[in-house]
């Protein structure tokens, strides 16, 4: 499998002199597990970049499955750029949770009415799929390849998701609020072992100690239940917007110390699993 990281930085698009080398766009992760379909994780302002690159592939047709985490404005604002949407060749399964007051669907259209944009969900030409999934739902993608969503602690609700193929996995838990002692339960389970877990990293622990249920996990969070579950590699994401690539490396230097196979997830930087 080959991990591909499309955009790091949580919240708010931070471009800039002081973020160019960790990179400024929200999430976005790309999982090419080496069949036809390539799996994405969100569609933050990373995903055009993604778009640029597909376009470079020379493919007939894409199949893409995209894996929303939520939809929180960071996680979904670069889906009407996703340019790949726009031709009716390509097929997109889009998966994601159901909110107590509103579809995924909904949600994905309402940021694209005409308030917002010149165009609407309605214009992604694509064959377009959408559907809610739930809790411990596994999902089959082509032969190989499983998805497994597990409900996480984040304001409003967040998956996680494990993608294994054959022995490899990888584990992208981005936004999750581990409470005060000990960790989110259900992340716990779902990242035994990984060969790769892409964790929030928002905040310093100091920040953490802050605001403690702002909804995210501090870099040391992140290394201890990589240790305490025994993932092959940690990467840090999510990074904050006032974080500069500084800041960022220096982080990255005292988890390192804790955790040897850690790093911060760059933009366009890719991991083979
Ligand atoms: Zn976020
Ligand atoms: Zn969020």
């Keep these: 499998?080959?991990?591909?990281?499309?955009?790091?930085?949580?919240?708010?698009?931070?471009?800039?002199?002081?973020?160019?080398?960790?990179?400024?766009?929200t999430p976005c992760?790309?999982?090419d597990p080496g069949d036809r379909e390539i799996l994405v994780l969100d569609a933050g302002t990373g995903i055009r970049l993604l778009g640029l690159d597909i376009a470079r592939r020379s493919l007939d047709r894409l199949i893409a499955v995209l894996l929303f985490s939520h939809t929180h404005w960071d996680h979904i604002q670069g889906l009407p750029f996703f340019s790949p949407a726009r031709s009716d060749r390509n097929r997109m399964v889009i998966l994601g949770a159901r909110r107590v007051d509103s579809h995924l669907e909904q949600i994905l259209a309402g940021q694209m009415i005409d308030a917002y944009l010149p165009f609407t969900l309605e214009d992604l030409h694509a064959d377009l799929l959408i559907k809610e999934v739930h809790d411990g739902e596994k999902i089959v993608v082509g032969n190989h390849t499983s998805v497994l969503p597990r409900k996480l602690t984040h304001p409003g609700g967040v998956f996680g998701y494990r993608i294994t193929r054959k022995d490899k996995s990888v584990v992208y838990a981005s936004d999750v609020n581990h409470p005060a002692h000990g960790f989110d339960s259900n992340l716990v389970a779902l990242a035994q072992g990984a060969d790769l877990l892409i964790h929030?990293?928002?905040?310093?622990?100091?920040?953490?100690?802050?605001?403690?249920?702002?909804?995210?996990?501090?870099?040391?969070?992140?290394?201890?239940?990589?240790?305490?579950?025994?993932?092959?590699?940690?990467?840090?994401?999510?990074?904050?917007?006032?974080?500069?690539?500084?800041?960022?490396?220096?982080?990255?230097?005292?988890?390192?110390?804790?955790?040897?196979?850690c790093f911060l997830a760059r933009e366009g930087m890719e991991v083979i699993l």
């Design 1 to 25: 499998m080959k991990v591909t990281f499309w955009g790091v930085r949580g919240s708010i698009p931070v471009p800039g002199p002081t973020t160019v080398r960790i990179g400024g766009n």
């Design 29 to 31: 992760v790309e999982v």
């Design 200 to 261: 929030d990293a928002q905040f310093t622990p100091e920040e953490k100690a802050a605001l403690p249920n702002w909804g995210h996990s501090s870099w040391l969070e992140a290394v201890l239940l990589a240790k305490t579950v025994g993932v092959k590699q940690l990467a840090l994401f999510h990074h904050d917007p006032m974080h500069t690539d500084d800041e960022l490396e220096e982080i990255e230097r005292q988890a390192q110390v804790l955790f040897p196979n």
